[in-house]
């Protein structure tokens, strides 16, 4: 029983060597796996190794034998490439809304997802601005919470933070206290946040996560997205996020801009490959899409300048005008 037990640790151990020990570069012998077994307690024949290693080439595991240089075997795949990780782990340490800590965490998982060899060279690439940082470090529950009361169409009951300027030009926090039915969770302009309907209101709004605390899920039952989106099915988070500026709300309304030839890039990365446009004439095209009317747009459009001309609907061409007129007064001009 005690040399059955064994054997089915060695097979578990020899995994564990060729994953975390071995790649394209370092590669381990029978010799090299006996050594590495007998630091964890385990003896092994050559013979019996060859044949763990066999048994698992043939379970479904990419391990190759090199002839060249050190000859022996390692993991030639394993579920993510190092280039795959590198992206994972960047998009980990840009994320405002992981504090450091947990960024550590999450980066050290990463790294143990190919040999220590690879691992150690990401390490090397790791840096943290932790100014950039969020202090919350319940993010992490807060998330799993939200994620299980949009799953069972619960209400939610939590402390939302806002920092405020004091009078002797210092920071300090506004705790408010809400009530909502959550729909889903959007990663937007770096940021994570909640897209709920508070019960005192008729529309969605747009909570950051990282600023959320103490979340309490209710025996409520949540009142239906279909009430506040077009949406019937499901809430469509891509969908909807695409059609927000900057995370601000407002009514959902078709638009038509006319815009410059030279930012059909910028039209591109926004709203998609799939983007609706059409030739207005050499120099310009017309892009019609339906998005969220709001100061957030307005915002996204004044930066392309004289490139960009409103054409529909009357109501965008009002705030754009507006929002022109004001920095037109701040200056005195």
């Known amino acids: 029983m005690a040399g059955s037990k064994q054997s089915k640790q060695k097979l578990l151990a020899i995994y564990d060597i060729l994953y975390n020990k071995t790649d394209e570069n370092h590669t381990v012998s029978a010799d090299d796996i006996a050594a590495e077994l007998e630091k964890r307690g385990i003896s092994a024949e050559r013979k019996s190794i060859y044949k763990d290693v066999e048994e698992l080439i043939d379970y479904g595991y990419e391990i190759l034998y090199s002839r060249t240089g050190k000859k022996g075997w390692f993991m ?4 993510f490439e190092l280039p795959e990780l590198c992206l994972l782990i960047d998009a980990v340490q840009s994320a405002g809304f992981i504090s450091e800590k947990k960024t550590k965490t ?9 040999s220590e060899y690879l691992g150690n060279e990401l390490g090397k690439k790791v840096y ?3 100014g950039i940082k969020c202090q919350n470090e319940e993010i992490y529950y807060n998330i799993d919470t939200l994620y299980r009361a949009i799953g069972q169409n619960l209400q939610v009951e939590f402390n939302y933070i806002r920092r405020k300027l004091g009078d002797k030009m210092t920071t300090a926090n506004d705790v408010k206290v809400f009530t909502v039915n959550p729909y889903a969770l959007i990663w937007s302009n770096d940021h994570y946040y909640l897209v709920c309907n508070n019960v005192k209101y008729e529309n969605l709004m747009h909570l950051r996560i990282d600023r959320i605390k103490k979340v ?3 025996d409520t039952k949540a009142r239906s ?3 506040f989106t077009p949406y019937t099915i499901r809430f469509n988070s891509a969908d909807y996020a695409k059609r927000l500026f900057n995370m601000f709300s407002g009514e959902m309304r078709n638009i038509e801009l006319l ?3 030279d930012l059909i890039e910028n039209i591109i990365d926004r709203f998609g490959e799939k983007t609706p446009v059409a030739k207005y004439d050499d120099n310009a095209f017309i892009l019609r899409a339906s998005v969220a009317l709001s100061d957030g747009l307005v915002n996204w459009i004044m930066q392309f300048g004289e490139k960009i001309k409103i054409n529909s609907p009357p109501e965008l061409k009002e705030m754009y005008i507006e929002k022109i007129k004001k920095i ?3 200056y005195n001009i």
Do not use: P, V, W, Y
Not at 106 to 114: A, D, E, M, P
């Open 216 to 218: 309490k899920i209710l």
């Open 106 to 114: 999450l980066t050290k998982k990463l790294r143990g997802l190919t």
């Open 225 to 227: 997205f279909t009430d």
């Open 128 to 130: 943290i601005d932790s």
């Open 259 to 261: 815009c410059d030839n």
């Open 328 to 330: 037109h007064k701040m």
């Open 76 to 79: 030639a795949t394993r579920e």
